[in-house]
């Protein structure tokens, strides 16, 4: 079955940065636009920036955009999430997602309309 698997999470002081790749396997990756997600302890899941299967297209949410970028490598069947400047407030287990091209929309903002996800990753921001 399709497998995400995310990586490079860890603990960061703030200020710091930290890049997390999601590498995807029997999955056609450039069918699919990507996006990452974190969720907090208490809190929803909540979007963060997503890419077009092209790489063409980026959104970020407003909270991190200028301190994070999302890239992908479709030779590679990999996303990226370079965060900079990292803040206490960026503390979740960070997400990753694909939604089929052919689904309405570049982009969305709501988990329910992701068809695939990983297992997530640890991101722990200190202050």
């Known amino acids: 079955q399709v497998q995400l698997g995310e990586s490079g999470g860890g603990l960061v002081q703030a200020g710091g940065s930290l890049r997390l790749s999601c590498a995807a396997s029997?999955?056609?990756?450039?069918?699919?636009?990507m996006a990452w997600f974190r969720q907090a302890p208490g809190k929803e899941r909540e979007f963060v920036t997503a890419?077009?299967?092209?790489?063409?297209?980026?959104f970020y949410a407003d909270s991190v955009k200028g301190r994070f970028t999302i890239s992908r490598d479709n030779a590679k069947n990999t996303v990226y999430l370079q965060m900079n400047s990292l803040k206490p407030e960026d503390t979740a287990v960070y997400y990753c997602?694909?939604?089929?091209?052919?689904?309405?929309?570049?982009?969305?903002?709501?988990?329910?309309?992701?068809?695939?996800w990983g297992q997530g990753t640890q991101v722990t921001v200190s202050s």
């Open positions: 997602a694909a939604r089929s091209k052919s689904s309405s929309g570049s982009y969305s903002k709501m988990p329910r309309e992701y068809d695939y």
């Open positions: 029997r999955l056609t990756f450039n069918n699919y636009n």
């Open positions: 890419i077009t299967w092209s790489g063409l297209s980026k």
